[in-house]
């Protein structure tokens, strides 16, 4: 099932009152060096070998600095205090040593006055030179966070906003005489034979800085638009598409063969999900060359991405069979989860909800079992290992906001808790995006959502447990919390499918549950308070309020013996002693009186649902179809469904339009309506058994997000 994972998030970090601490005794550059050196002999050097994330802590939080290394203080090494944000200053040094590549990297620096240390970057897109900052070059650090890295007299200068160091042209002026090389090539085609060997060598990051050269050493006389054309392609290449863009648009003459310009200008809309520009843009390809095969292959695919964006017409059962690819002999392969669609959003309109900031509301009558809206995620890195999923999705997050500035607007617009924004976030200074790493943790906190593969596989019982990634929709972020929301969703690859769990009228907000709740009132609002810093306001909570602390506690006493009984197993197939099928019913009959007729009407009884499941399991295990029925009309009935005795006559597909607003949809529903079915079936009643089919039928749907046959339930 999918979990929304969050933790309390904290304004950020405070420099300590009172003076500086003492200056430490500074290692020479040789003694830097020399362990430095020790350390690079033990780093794996092979290429691929899988870096680590340094995942920040919100409670250590600072702000990125917000001013260009041209307004701050330059100060030497020597000036750095321990454990000190130096704000207001900056400091220019050149890399004396490879770096070390393990969360950041790490290198030995000087200054032009002689003085040497060590320099941590973290968080930099592999797409960056610094990334892996090569000797020789220089760089600027802008408001230097100082810091001791455990043992005594061993410190480092530790940026962890990307935005916080510059890579330094080697002609800029503010490089200090001593630290200055002069151009490393002199002429523009010099660079651009650099770039060419670069991009052959497949060292991309290279390509695009010396690409960049070769167009600020290139005199009036050199035309531009080759080099702004090659530096396009590289940039596509690496999911750069705002650089990639503005390449394209840059290298048109006006000419026939700004076909080419047009054309990645488009590929680099695409890239960014901008599907309408996209199109702008590849129809002016088209119309200057209308036979290249493909501008007419890419413009044929963004025309099927704008019909779903607005018909919401999708193949979902090819999508899911898409995660796969047959190998030979082998078995069916993992392909990529993210899936060349567009996204459906015109039913929703984000707007001001009264009670929870801002809202998701539908922008027309939805019919329950109708898509509400299907969203491509923004960010989804491809890990399912739970272990290291939220630090893969931080990590691609601020990778895609340094490469890609422009979802700075929609991601950074998001909800960040109490994190303090210096308001500057996303904005350009120094030619970069001021990317807040601390801000990014806390908005992934908050937002993220937790999917596995597809949903139809995860129903499945022989589907690992706890294969989850973590991602982000920028669209369903919007959506706030109810215990016994109007939606539910799914997820295939990267699209999450919300469909409608009850008949939605326009205007109203639209809800879902961040996470599989838990059935005792307090317990539950301890977790939302805890992760989201919300109190409850749904129709549950609202009405277990007015349950009183005694009955309360009679049924906490009833929970807790309920749980030693039943393990968390429901009865297979195996015979259940009556004795303890006895005990569990008479708690059952207990636990029904603890709830006040007035109080539960019409909402769910969340506290009885696992022992009559568990009832359910037991009586089928015995063939006792009559109580199966009995068992799984409560079941139904705790979900908040409105079921009538087992006596009476009663349509199972009208119980998701006529139960009220008070249901809470999950796969359980509809596994009780199989039971129901089954033991229909067993006792003759062919057309209660076939309208059961029917409505868990559609049940499925709203939880896998599409039709899909219910014996994968058996699988
Ligand atoms: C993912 S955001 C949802 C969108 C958010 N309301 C906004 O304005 O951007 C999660 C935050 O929304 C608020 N929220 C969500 N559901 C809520 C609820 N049922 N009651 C109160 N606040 C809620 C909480 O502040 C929560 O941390």
Same mark, same amino acid.
């Given at each position: 099932?999918a979990?929304?994972?969050a933790?309390? %998030?904290v304004?950020p970090?405070?420099?300590?009152? #009172?003076?500086a601490?003492?200056?430490?005794?500074?290692?020479?550059? @040789?003694?830097?060096v020399?362990?430095?050196s020790?350390?690079?002999?033990?780093?794996?050097?092979s290429?691929?070998?899988?870096?680590?994330?340094?995942q920040?802590?919100?409670?250590?939080?600072y702000?990125?600095?917000t001013?260009?290394?041209?307004?701050?203080?330059?100060?030497p090494?020597?000036e750095?205090?321990?454990?000190?944000?130096?704000r207001?200053?900056?400091?220019?040094?050149k890399?004396?040593?490879?770096?070390?590549?393990?969360?950041g990297a790490?290198?030995?620096?000087?200054?032009?006055?002689g003085?040497?240390?060590?320099?941590?970057?973290?968080?930099?897109?592999?797409?960056?030179?610094? %990334? #892996?900052?090569?000797?020789?070059?220089?760089?600027a650090?802008?408001?230097?966070?100082?810091?001791?890295?455990?043992? @005594?007299?061993?410190f480092?200068?530790?940026?962890?906003?990307?935005?916080?160091?510059?890579?330094?042209?080697?002609?800029?002026?503010i490089?200090?005489?001593?630290?200055?090389?002069?151009?490393?090539?002199?002429?523009?085609?010099?660079?651009?034979?650099?770039?060419d *060997?670069?991009?052959?060598?497949?060292?991309?990051?290279?390509?695009?800085?010396?690409?960049?050269?070769?167009?600020?050493?290139?005199? &009036?006389?050199t035309?531009?638009?080759?080099?702004?054309?090659?530096?396009?392609?590289?940039?596509?290449?690496?999911?750069r598409?705002?650089a990639?863009?503005?390449?394209?648009?840059?290298?048109?003459?006006?000419?026939?063969?700004?076909w080419?310009?047009?054309?990645n200008?488009?590929?680099? !809309?695409?890239?960014?999900?901008?599907?309408?520009e996209?199109?702008?843009?590849?129809?002016?390809?088209?119309?200057?060359?209308?036979?290249n095969?493909? $501008?007419?292959? &890419?413009?044929?695919?963004?025309? !099927?991405?704008?019909?779903?964006?607005?018909?919401? &017409?999708?193949?979902? !059962?090819?999508?899911v069979?898409?995660?796969?690819?047959?190998?030979?002999?082998? #078995?069916?392969?993992?392909h990529?989860?993210?899936l @060349?669609?567009?996204?459906?959003?015109?039913?929703?309109?984000?707007?001001?909800?009264?009670?929870?900031? *801002?809202?998701?509301? !539908?922008?027309?009558?939805?019919k329950v079992?109708?898509?509400v809206?299907?969203?491509?995620?923004?960010?989804?890195?491809?890990?399912?290992?739970?272990?290291?999923?939220s630090?893969?999705?931080?990590a691609? /997050?601020?990778r895609q906001?340094?490469?890609?500035?422009?979802?700075?607007?929609?991601?950074? #617009?998001?909800?960040?808790?109490?994190?303090?924004?210096?308001?500057?976030?996303?904005?350009?200074?120094d030619g970069?995006p001021?990317v807040d $790493?601390?801000?990014v943790?806390?908005?992934?906190?908050?937002n993220?959502?937790s999917?596995?593969?597809?949903t139809?596989?995860?129903?499945k019982?022989?589907?690992?447990?706890?294969?989850?990634?973590?991602?982000?929709?920028?669209?369903a %972020?919007?959506l706030?919390?109810?215990?016994?929301g109007?939606?539910?969703?799914?997820?295939?690859?990267d /699209?999450?499918?919300? *469909?409608?769990?009850?008949d939605?009228?326009?205007?109203?907000?639209?809800?879902?549950?961040?996470?599989?709740?838990?059935?005792?009132?307090?317990v539950?609002?301890?977790?939302?308070?805890d992760?989201?810093?919300?109190?409850?306001g749904?129709?549950?909570?609202?009405?277990?309020?007015?349950?009183?602390?005694?009955?309360?506690?009679?049924?906490?006493?009833?929970v807790a013996?309920?749980?030693?009984?039943?393990?968390?197993?429901?009865?297979g197939?195996?015979?259940?002693?009556?004795?303890?099928i006895?005990?569990?019913?008479?708690?059952?009959?207990?636990?029904?009186?603890?709830?006040?007729q007035?109080?539960?009407?019409?909402?769910?009884?969340?506290?009885?649902?696992?022992?009559?499941?568990w009832?359910?399991?037991a009586?089928?295990g015995?063939k006792?179809?009559?109580k199966?029925?009995?068992y799984?009309?409560?079941?139904?009935?705790?979900?908040?469904?409105?079921?009538? @005795?087992? %006596?009476?006559?009663?349509?199972?597909?009208e119980?998701?339009?006529?139960s009220?607003?008070?249901?809470?949809?999950?796969?359980?529903?509809?596994?009780?309506?199989r039971?129901?079915?089954e033991?229909y079936?067993a006792?003759?009643?062919?057309?209660m058994?076939?309208r059961?089919?029917e409505?868990a039928?559609?049940?499925?749907l709203?939880v896998?997000?599409?039709?899909?046959d219910?014996?994968?339930?058996?699988?």
């Open positions: 099932m979990v929304a994972v933790s309390p %998030s304004a970090f405070r420099e300590p009152a #009172g003076p601490p003492p200056t430490p005794r500074r290692l020479t550059k @040789d003694e830097l020399k362990t430095h020790t350390h690079l002999q033990t780093q794996d050097s290429p691929n070998a899988p870096r680590p994330v340094k920040p802590i919100v409670l250590e939080g702000p990125a600095s001013k260009s290394i041209r307004e701050l203080e330059i100060i090494l020597a750095l205090r321990p454990e000190t944000h130096h207001g200053k900056g400091i220019i040094v890399v004396a040593s490879q770096p070390f590549l393990g969360a790490v290198s030995i620096v000087e200054d032009e006055f003085n040497a240390d060590k320099l941590a970057i973290y968080n930099q897109a592999d797409s960056s030179i610094l %990334s #892996g900052v090569p000797e020789g070059c220089v760089v650090v802008k408001e230097p966070f100082y810091k001791n890295n455990g043992a @005594d007299e061993d480092m200068i530790c940026v962890d906003h990307p935005s916080d160091v510059i890579l330094l042209r080697f002609t800029d002026p490089i200090p005489e001593a630290l200055r090389l002069g151009p490393l090539l002199q002429t523009a085609d010099d660079w651009k034979n650099a770039a *060997r670069a991009f052959i060598e497949k060292d991309y990051p290279t390509a695009v800085f010396c690409y960049t050269e070769a167009l600020e050493s290139s005199d &009036d006389s035309p531009k638009a080759p080099f702004y054309t090659k530096r396009a392609g590289v940039n596509l290449l690496l999911g598409y705002d990639a863009k503005a390449d394209a648009m840059a290298s048109m003459t006006g000419g026939a063969q700004d080419k310009g047009y054309y200008a488009g590929r680099a !809309a695409y890239g960014l999900c901008d599907y309408a996209s199109n702008r843009l590849l129809s002016k390809a088209l119309e200057l060359n209308p036979s095969e493909g $501008v007419q292959r &890419d413009h044929a695919r963004c025309q !099927a991405r704008l019909r779903e964006e607005e018909t919401g &017409d999708y193949d979902f !059962a090819a999508m069979a898409s995660l796969h690819v047959h190998g030979h002999g082998a #078995g069916p392969q993992q990529s989860v993210h @060349d669609r567009g996204s459906f959003l015109c039913n929703t309109r984000i707007g001001e909800s009264p009670h929870h900031g *801002r809202g998701l509301f !539908a922008a027309r009558d939805i079992g109708e898509v809206f299907v969203e491509k995620a923004t960010v989804l890195p491809n890990q399912y290992d739970p272990a290291r999923a630090a893969a999705l931080y691609v /997050m601020v906001l340094c490469e890609n500035p422009s979802l700075a607007g929609p991601v950074l #617009g998001l909800y960040g808790g109490a994190y303090e924004r210096s308001g500057e976030e996303g904005t350009f200074v970069v001021v $790493v601390f801000l943790e806390a908005i992934r906190n908050k993220c959502f999917a596995p593969r597809s139809v596989e995860d129903t019982p022989s589907s690992p447990e706890g294969r989850q990634a973590n991602g982000l929709w920028v669209h %972020s919007y706030n919390h109810s215990c016994v109007n939606t539910m969703r799914s997820f295939i690859g /699209m999450l499918i919300s *469909r409608a769990t009850r939605i009228k326009e205007g109203e907000e639209i809800f879902q549950q961040y996470v599989p709740v838990k059935s005792l009132p307090d539950r609002n301890k977790q939302f308070r992760w989201w810093g919300f109190e409850c749904c129709m549950l909570c609202t009405r277990e309020k007015r349950t009183s602390e005694a009955v309360l506690a009679k049924r906490r006493e009833l013996a309920v749980e030693k009984l039943c393990n968390k197993q429901i009865p197939r195996e015979l259940v002693p009556d004795a303890k006895r005990q569990v019913d008479r708690l059952v009959k207990q636990l029904e009186e603890a709830h006040e007035d109080v539960y009407e019409g909402v769910p009884r969340l506290t009885l649902i696992h022992p009559c499941n009832l359910v399991g009586h089928r015995r006792n179809h009559g199966v029925v009995k799984a009309l409560k079941v139904l009935r705790n979900f908040g469904f409105k079921v009538p @005795d087992e %006596s009476e006559m009663w349509d199972p597909r119980m998701y339009t006529n009220g607003n008070g249901t809470l949809m999950t796969v359980h529903v509809v596994a009780a309506l039971r129901l079915a033991s079936g006792l003759g009643h062919k057309e058994a076939a059961c089919i409505a039928e559609f049940g499925y709203m896998t997000g599409f039709k899909n219910l014996r994968t339930l058996d699988r």
